[in-house]
């Protein structure tokens, strides 16, 4: 697992978009949609005998501190929106993490909202850190390995962003940071059982030609 408190990013397959026309919002330049979902497991990595997935639990947001959140584009630094100047809000609800963004006061962020009206960028990712999960292993009888995460407490929230394609750098380094332990001990623990294994067959194999010699 990471050391608590180091940030971490996830690109979501999550919907981000304008509202429709003729809504009141439409004439702000508001984006909205859900920086995360509670209660779906996503996967972070899978090969063909091990998969690492997470899941955000439904009150992981419950004391979470989102006292000045930035909204970028691609976590590259330049700021569309914040809370602090009450252009971005961000609500947990029963289906997820709500945002609405306000892309109207400047000019790169309304270059933005047209990207996004147009369908140019249409994703969501989020930066936060984590000071609260559990993690669940289950084994299916062909030897398949599921590691389950659950993000039960997210101590601050630093900023939500479009992404015109998941899995960014941030993104990559982040998830990589936290499944390569797991990949690492999950690896060696297979070793030691294939390695127990045909030690165990060595010595059946053994033991039936010494059985056989005290035959002859």
Same mark, same amino acid.
């Given at each position: 697992?990471?050391?608590?408190?180091?940030?971490?990013?996830?690109?979501?397959?999550?919907?981000?978009?304008?509202?429709?026309?003729?809504?009141?919002?439409?004439?702000?330049?508001?984006?909205?949609?859900?920086?995360?979902?509670?209660?779906?497991?996503?996967?972070?990595?899978?090969?063909?005998?091990?998969?690492?997935?997470?899941?955000?639990?439904?009150?992981?947001?419950?004391?979470?501190?989102?006292?000045?959140?930035?909204?970028?584009?691609?976590?590259?630094?330049?700021?569309?929106?914040?809370?602090?100047?009450?252009?971005?809000?961000?609500?947990?609800?029963?289906?997820?993490?709500?945002?609405?963004?306000?892309? %109207?006061?400047?000019?790169?962020?309304?270059?933005?909202?047209?990207?996004?009206?147009?369908?140019?960028?249409?994703?969501?990712?989020?930066?936060?850190?984590?000071?609260?999960?559990?993690?669940?292993?289950?084994?299916?009888?062909?030897?398949?390995?599921?590691?389950?995460?659950?993000?039960?407490?997210?101590?601050?929230?630093?900023?939500?962003?479009?992404?015109?394609?998941?899995?960014?750098?941030?993104?990559?380094?982040?998830?990589?940071?936290?499944?390569?332990?797991?990949?690492?001990?999950?690896?060696?623990?297979?070793?030691?059982?294939?390695?127990?294994?045909?030690?165990?067959?060595?010595?059946?194999?053994?033991?039936?030609?010494?059985? %056989?010699?005290?035959?002859?």
């Amino acid at each position: 697992m990471p050391v608590k408190n180091d940030r971490e990013y996830r690109d979501l397959m999550l919907e981000i978009r304008t509202p429709e026309e003729g809504e009141p919002e439409q004439r702000e330049m508001i984006v909205e949609g859900y920086a995360s979902t509670f209660n779906e497991p996503y996967t972070l990595y899978e090969d063909k005998d091990f998969r690492f997935q997470e899941v955000v639990d439904q009150n992981a947001f419950a004391n979470t501190d989102m006292s000045d959140v930035i909204m970028q584009y691609n976590h590259e630094g330049r700021v569309f929106a914040r809370t602090s100047n009450n252009t971005l809000s961000i609500t947990p609800d029963d289906q997820g993490l709500f945002i609405s963004a306000n892309l %109207g006061g400047t000019e790169a962020g309304r270059n933005l909202y047209e990207e996004i009206r147009g369908g140019y960028t249409n994703k969501m990712s989020f930066g936060f850190t984590v000071d609260g999960d559990e993690e669940v292993r289950t084994s299916e009888p062909d030897g398949f390995i599921t590691i389950t995460r659950r993000i039960t407490s997210v101590q601050k929230l630093y900023d939500v962003s479009a992404v015109s394609i998941p899995a960014n750098d941030a993104t990559s380094i982040s998830v990589r940071t936290l499944t390569d332990g797991v990949i690492e001990k999950v690896k060696a623990e297979r070793l030691e059982k294939e390695q127990l294994e045909l030690r165990r067959r060595k010595m059946e194999l053994q033991i039936r030609l010494l059985g %056989g010699h005290a035959n002859d």
